[in-house]
């Protein structure tokens, strides 16, 4: 079992930053393809960024490319991601993902949910 815990969540304004937190535990955090999607009401969950099991290999959904950034500490089983310049689109409860493993494409093997923190972008 993964457990995943998302913080970081809030209100702030158009072109605000704010970075979320997901901390990790279970398994060895080390293995884990990591990734944040994110839903906005009566919309799809969908995919914002991830990476590879070793965090070589970074993903973005071209909504946030040069935006939002991914990156990940194993000594604290934390992945972050930081956004800057948001926008009232970027309001979400935005969700954390840990797998086996993920190309950029395709997700693989075990599959974990954090519970979502809620973003919330004033115009």
């Known amino acids: 079992q993964v457990q995943l815990v998302e913080s970081g969540g809030g209100l702030v304004q158009a072109g605000g930053s704010l970075r979320l937190s997901c901390a990790a535990s279970?398994?060895?955090?080390?293995?884990?393809?990591m990734g944040w999607f994110r839903q906005a009401p009566g919309k799809e969950r969908t995919f914002v960024g991830g990476?590879?099991?070793?965090?070589?290999?970074?993903y973005y959904a071209d909504s946030v490319k040069g935006r939002f950034t991914i990156s990940r500490d194993n000594a604290k089983n934390t992945v972050y991601l930081q956004m800057n310049s948001l926008k009232p689109e970027d309001t979400a409860v935005y969700y954390c993902?840990?797998?086996?493993?993920?190309?950029?494409?395709?997700?693989?093997?075990?599959?974990?949910w954090g519970q979502g923190t809620q973003v919330t972008v004033s115009s």
């Open positions: 993902r840990a797998s086996a493993g993920f190309d950029g494409s395709l997700w693989y093997g075990y599959t974990y």
């Open positions: 279970g398994r060895t955090f080390s293995n884990y393809a």
């Open positions: 990476h590879n099991w070793s965090g070589s290999r970074l």
